[in-house]
């Protein structure tokens, strides 16, 4: 694994390269970025900003998504995965955030976790990105990105979780969500790593790197 000097300068790299790392779902407030993130679920940004960019002109709060009701929902939502079951869930969801928390978005794990279609990744997105706090919401990218380079290795998404909270340096931490993401989903991809491009390839231990990219066994 990384020691602390190499991960301090792996986090300096990306931060160097991007000082102000941002999701790349498109919301303007807790609510429309708790509905971008449950849409997202296997699904891409891209997919989930061409439904809400329309969805949000329409319906950008509990009580609206609420009125237009699961099939005047789902025009907006049809051609991402999983849509019908993503419709469902959108509205109990405002149901609940009406009922319980008087149509705002929860603060804390355990409330945002009680909502339908919200489970640990999503509310660790929702704490770091809505409301600032130093968490990493491991998904495919970061769970990759720490295994192959040698930054958290862990079996498993908590795994990862728990090795990245005590091994990104605090400096790093409200950032280190998005940098991983990034440099995931552009860089170190899952088949073809883009290591000659890469920033931090000198610190990585990824014992199949190439100039061209490829690689065997990848995770």
Known sequence: MMNL???ETFFRQLQTNNSHPETELEYSSP???LV???LSAQATD???NKGTRQLFKVANNPQAILALGEVGVRPYIQHIGLFRMKGKHLQVMCQLLLERHAGEVPRTRAELEALPG???KTANVIL???FGEPTIAVDTHIFRVANRTGLAPGKDVLAVEQQLLKRVPKEFLLDAH???ILHGRYICKARKPACAHCLVEPLCQFTHKTSQGKIRGAL
């Open 46 to 48: 891209i997919s989930v």
């Open 118 to 120: 919200v489970g640990r």
């Open 36 to 38: 971008a993130v449950m």
């Open 128 to 130: 770091n990105t809505a």
């Open 5 to 7: 000097a190499q991960r």
């Open 178 to 180: 998005h940098w991983l």
């Open 31 to 33: 609510f429309e970025l």
